[in-house]
């Protein structure tokens, strides 16, 4: 079992939609906990950091933890195609600094 | 402000020749990680430098090694190259005990 999944997809959702998009990890351990986007032919670009449980919220975009279930969630509102890119769950034990265990990535395409 | 830059964009490289990889980070911060993504996958932490000492390592062979220098840039060697080592590889800088990683646009390396 790997520490982290996170379902590749494909993903495709029209213009305005709600998506979440979750990975599930192994390690008890895991107290930093990240979202990053990515677009093709790029580096993955920092969206929303978390410490320990609860959510956090970013304008279109909404972080949640728990840590009971060892489950994370990304939800955009309002999507737009702009959002099309891969979305990386990340996260680590000692911190935001340290090493960061990433998924897989799902792959997001927004249709207009 | 520059963000982590990252030299060369391209690498194209035969199989058992040796590569170096450059970075430099953002203005401020002072520690430097890489990660290796494979084409689909996540990125793989391989190590990270802080006051020009290796930190942390994860779970790569000694073939991959690096070096810090006082302006806080650094470099990935990589000896004896295999073809599983074609990839993108990132680099992402943070400042020592606060903060996150970012990342930089990476270097894409084919082994042929």
């Known amino acids: 079992q790997k520490e982290v999944e996170q379902d590749p997809g494909p993903l495709s959702v029209p213009e305005g939609a709600i998506v979440s998009l979750n990975c599930t990890y192994s390690?008890?351990?895991?107290?930093?906990f990240m979202w990053y986007r990515q677009y093709s032919r790029k580096g993955p670009e920092l969206l929303m950091y978390?410490?320990?449980?609860g959510n956090k919220e970013d304008g279109r975009f909404t972080a949640q933890v728990d840590k009971s279930s060892k489950y994370i969630s990304l939800f955009i509102r309002d999507s737009q195609p702009s959002d099309s890119a891969t979305y990386l769950c990340?996260?680590?034990?000692?911190?935001?600094?340290?090493?960061?265990?990433f998924g897989k990535g799902t792959k997001l395409s927004v249709k207009p | 402000d520059a963000g982590v830059t990252q030299s060369p964009t391209h690498l194209i490289k035969t199989r058992g020749q040796q590569v170096t990889l450059r970075c430099s980070p953002k203005s401020g911060h002072d520690t430097v990680s890489w990660y290796q993504q494979a084409l689909g996958q996540g990125p793989q932490f391989i190590f990270q430098y802080y006051e020009e000492e290796e930190r942390q390592r994860g779970n790569f062979p000694d073939r991959f090694s690096g070096h810090q220098f006082p302006n806080y840039s650094s470099e990935l060697n990589v000896n004896a190259l295999l073809l599983g080592d074609s990839a993108l590889y990132l680099c992402a800088s943070s400042q020592r005990g606060m903060g996150s990683q970012y990342f930089g646009p990476g270097t894409r390396l084919t082994v042929t």
């Open positions: 978390t410490y320990s449980s």
């Open positions: 990340a996260m680590s034990e000692g911190g935001s600094q340290g090493n960061l265990i």
């Open positions: 390690n008890s351990a895991f107290q930093y």
